[in-house]
C-alpha cells in the first residue's frame, strides 16, 4: 500500500483502487462520477464521507481505514 501512496501520489482510496486494480472509467462508473471528481476524491484527504462509505462497499475495504 505505501508503494502505491508513493508511487501515484494519491491518498487510501486511490491507493485501494489501484490495489484492487480497477480503472478510474470503471470506478467511476460504480460510484456514478466522472474521471476528474474520482481524481480529486483520490487527492484531497478531507473527501465526502458518503462517497468514502460508497467507495470503501466498491472496493471491499473498511471505511475507517481512511481516517488513520
Known amino acids: 500500500m505505501v508503494a502505491l ?3 501515484h501520489d494519491c491518498n487510501l482510496l486511490g491507493a485501494w483502487r ?3 486494480k480497477m480503472s478510474l472509467t470503471e470506478f ?3 460510484m456514478g462520477m466522472n474521471e476528474a471528481e ?4 483520490e487527492k484531497t484527504s478531507n473527501s465526502n464521507s458518503t462517497a468514502l462509505e460508497k467507495a ?3 472496493l471491499n475495504f473498511d471505511a475507517d ?3 488513520n
Open 28 to 30: 467511476g462508473k460504480l
Open 18 to 20: 489501484r490495489y484492487r
Open 38 to 41: 474520482l481524481v480529486q476524491l
Open 56 to 58: 470503501a462497499g466498491i
Open 5 to 7: 501512496l508513493t508511487e
Open 65 to 67: 481505514q481512511l481516517n
